[in-house]
């Protein structure tokens, strides 16, 4: 018997150490018997997979750390080389973002751009998807439960693809599948989370229940972040992390801000690979020093939820947890150059998530951002 979810709030939720075993009956549920697994080669080597619990017959782990347009359409061929009835993502944002991208083209036409939201393709994505059942492995992205995709399509753009159609079935947080993650794949997932809490309680648009969970995620990251990265076997704080990761992914429905504006155009460099969240981290601090007129009372919240004595600390606060972390603390680190960055500012000014940013920002803006990241 299917036992019941824990959450719903936008789907069902799974959440617990062992929620894992749930899995073979929501594939009864929604009628899947030939699922497509969508996952990372690195996760199948660390037998991942086999711990499913499930016949799996049919694995896409060519996934990129900024999944590509490219990709979708070779996972696509192999859903309906097998004659797939739905898809199982397992993994971090990427085989999400990836896997929700597939969903759309299995019974849509080419070609994937039509669907972004900067291409006002909201409303072309129909309920006629197959069945999404996600599994997250690492705690940063919130994908699991976001209606949202970033995906790097075949003109070389980072996009964002938004739908209440694209949220998964169900979806199984099992903090145990994050035991096992390395120290700075930790820090960086746990920094994507807590800059989702951020950018959301303090962005301009009207949502006081997102706001409450994203107050309540931020809480639970910043007081967990190090304990989970320096001590991986903590299960608690293996836990706390995951759920400051599916509060940022619940919450950021509300909207984000120029902080992931600054990473989408990195993330659409195709011969470079860097990490969505280590990027987020990067850029937190410098957006937070950006916005803080914009934002103070949002700012005071944020420092006596955090006991922070002075809302005023709390930019140089992150840059202190990104040194603890041992995360990079500027792009120059990343090996970027200046001449690198001179393109990117008009495209972090077109990105979805600047219209939310609490401070009106332009290129000029981003473009002093950037060189104050490097």
């Known amino acids: 018997m299917l036992r019941t979810p824990n959450i719903t709030y936008l789907t069902d939720i799974y959440f617990d150490f062992g929620a894992l075993a749930v899995l073979?009956?929501?594939?009864?549920?929604?009628?899947?018997?030939?699922?497509l697994i969508i996952t990372d080669k690195g996760l199948v080597k660390l037998g991942i997979i086999d711990r499913?619990?499930?016949?799996?017959?049919?694995?896409?782990?060519?996934?990129?750390?900024?999944?590509?347009?490219?990709?979708?359409?070779k996972a696509l061929g192999i859903y309906n080389q097998f004659t797939c009835d739905g898809i199982v993502a397992v993994g971090g944002g990427s085989p999400m973002d990836l896997a929700k991208c597939v969903s759309i083209l299995v019974h849509h036409l080419p070609p994937l751009e039509q669907y972004s939201i900067v291409q006002v393709g909201i409303s072309k994505i129909t309920n006629k998807l197959p069945p999404l059942i996600a599994v997250p492995t690492t705690a940063g992205s919130g994908s699991e439960v976001g209606r949202a995709a970033l995906l790097t399509v075949l003109s070389g753009l980072k996009l964002g693809f938004l739908s209440n159609h694209l949220l998964p079935k169900a979806t199984i947080c099992d903090p145990e599948l994050t035991v096992?993650?390395?120290?700075?794949?930790?820090?960086?997932t746990g920094m994507d989370a807590i800059s989702h809490c951020i950018e959301t309680f303090c962005n301009n648009r009207f949502n006081p229940v997102a706001d409450a969970i994203a107050?309540?995620?931020?809480?639970?990251?910043?007081k967990n972040i190090l304990r989970a990265t320096h001590n991986g076997a903590d299960r608690q704080a293996r836990s706390e992390m995951m759920m400051c990761s599916l509060q940022g992914g619940l919450a950021?429905?509300?909207?984000?801000?120029?902080?992931?504006?600054?990473?989408?155009?990195?993330?659409?460099?195709?011969?470079?690979k860097f990490h969505h969240?280590?990027?987020?981290?990067?850029?937190?601090?410098?957006?937070?020093?950006?916005?803080?007129?914009d934002c103070k009372n949002e700012m005071k919240a944020i420092a006596k939820v955090l006991e922070i004595e002075d809302a005023a600390l709390i930019p140089d606060r992150f840059y202190k947890l990104n040194q603890?972390?041992?995360?990079?603390?500027?792009?120059?680190?990343?090996g970027i150059s200046k001449e690198e960055l001179k393109p990117l500012a008009e495209?972090?000014?077109?990105?979805?998530?600047?219209?939310?940013?609490?401070?009106?920002i332009e290129v000029g803006d981003f473009h002093r951002l950037y060189l104050e990241a490097w």
């Open 24 to 35: 073979p009956d929501l594939l009864k549920k929604y009628n899947i018997s030939r699922p």
């Open 52 to 73: 499913l619990g499930i016949h799996v017959s049919t694995v896409f782990d060519d996934v990129e750390t900024n999944p590509t347009e490219a990709s979708a359409i």
């Open 180 to 188: 096992e993650m390395p120290p700075l794949l930790t820090a960086g």
């Open 215 to 222: 107050l309540d995620g931020l809480e639970r990251g910043y």
């Open 252 to 272: 950021f429905q509300k909207g984000l801000g120029a902080v992931h504006s600054l990473c989408h155009p990195l993330g659409a460099l195709t011969d470079r």
């Open 277 to 293: 969240g280590t990027l987020n981290a990067i850029f937190l601090p410098v957006v937070l020093r950006f916005n803080f007129d």
């Open 324 to 334: 603890q972390l041992g995360v990079p603390l500027s792009l120059r680190e990343l």
């Open 347 to 360: 495209k972090a000014k077109e990105a979805h998530c600047t219209a939310t940013n609490p401070r009106p």
